[in-house]
């Protein structure tokens, strides 16, 4: 069964403020990763490690695009719920032309 880390709304924005050098209670941002957008949002999904355990966790969030669409990220949560994750490799192909 997945472990999952609780912290307080306050707590994980933290996360998506400080770079990934930031450390609090014992873990750090890894990622922030852009998931989809809607016509006034975006869905995003932050990936926090527990130092020294080379565990992942993750937890999505929504933010507003314009200034109109004012989504705080888990507005309307008093915690956050981080849920473990695999980190899983992958290949990316890009495509340049020839010169």
């Not at 994980?12 to 209670?25: M, Y």
């Not at 999505?60 to 507005?75: C, F, S």
Request: charged fraction near 35%.
């Amino acid at each position: 069964m997945a472990e999952e880390i609780i912290m307080s709304r306050a707590e994980a924005l933290e996360f998506l403020l400080e770079d990934d050098k930031w450390v609090f209670n014992g873990h750090t941002k890894v990622d922030d990763i852009h998931m989809a957008s809607s016509r006034w949002s975006e869905h995003r999904r932050v990936v926090i490690t527990r130092l020294g355990s080379g565990k992942y966790f993750t937890a999505d969030y929504e933010r507003g695009l314009t200034e109109n669409q004012y989504i705080v990220p888990w507005e309307y949560m008093d915690d956050v719920i981080f849920t473990e994750a695999d980190r899983i490799p992958r290949t990316v192909y890009e495509y340049r032309r020839v010169r």
